[in-house]
């Protein structure tokens, strides 16, 4: 027993001695490993870093942009090629095509007479008895009685309402510069001359006469009121009035 007891225990002693001495070499063992490491790791990276800085680097750094863009660029077609296109929709313009024009009957329109809010009357003036009595043919008559007897043709006259023969007379001669003489009061109004063709110029029963719408009247011209439309005639009588038919 006392042997294998003291055998063991140098057993132990022994394995305590290898497992001190393996510690000291494994430190100094990785202590060297590291040191080492450093030295490698130390070298690699100038190794590297004069690499870089040689021609050959600056010969892939031109080179790598090209391969590293290459790719994309084969990439990028590639995926051009196989993307789905997009194809617009073709559009159509439709034009509207105009529809079968209906025949249209044209009825004529009949043209109606212009109306004016303004009532008119149509005046003429003659002296064809005084004509018919030679004046035409005297010196003293020569600028007063015209060749055919008219001294004004019908004229159109516009008037006012409650206006008469004499204030279309007044407007006529004073438009077409015809001279004209009258006598009398607000109340009646007697002509006395007209374009210098007196009364009594062509005897003792000559003078002025007027009608309205073929009728003569017997009162003054100042008194009769005229109407839209109606027709006055100044005419010289030689014979108070049978001449122009008058009974």
């Known amino acids: 027993m006392k042997k294998l007891a003291s055998f063991l225990a140098m057993f132990l002693l022994v394995v305590a001695l290898l497992l001190t001495g393996c510690g000291v070499d494994k430190k100094a063992a990785s202590g060297l490993t590291k040191d080492s490491v450093n030295k490698v790791s130390s070298n690699t990276s100038l190794g590297s870093v ?22 994309k660029t084969i990439d990028s077609a590639q995926n051009q090629e196989n993307a789905p296109k997009i194809i617009s929709a073709p559009t159509t313009t439709i034009e509207a095509t105009p529809s079968a024009q209906t025949p249209t009957i044209q009825v004529p329109i009949p043209i109606q007479p212009e109306k004016t809010d303004t009532p008119a009357v149509t005046i003429a003036i003659n002296c064809q008895t005084a004509v018919a009595k030679g004046l035409d043919k005297q010196e003293n008559f ?15 006259v516009e008037f006012k309402e ?17 001279q004209m003489q009258y006598e009398g009061s ?62």
């Open 50 to 71: 004069n690499k870089n800085n040689s021609s050959d680097s600056s010969k892939s750094q031109v080179e790598q942009p090209i391969k590293a863009d290459l790719p």
């Open 142 to 156: 020569k600028d007063v009685v015209p060749a055919n007897g008219v001294i004004l043709p019908p004229t159109k």
């Open 162 to 178: 409650g206006e008469t023969v004499f204030d279309v007379l007044k407007i006529v001669v004073r438009e077409n510069n015809i």
């Open 186 to 247: 607000s109340g009646t109004a007697y002509i006395k001359a007209i374009n210098n063709l007196y009364e009594l110029d062509g005897g003792p029963l000559s003078g002025w006469m007027y009608c309205v719408n073929k009728v003569y009247a017997n009162y003054g011209c100042n008194q009769t009121k005229l109407k839209n439309g109606d027709t006055i005639e100044w005419n010289y009588t030689c014979n108070m009035g049978k001449d122009l038919g008058q009974k």
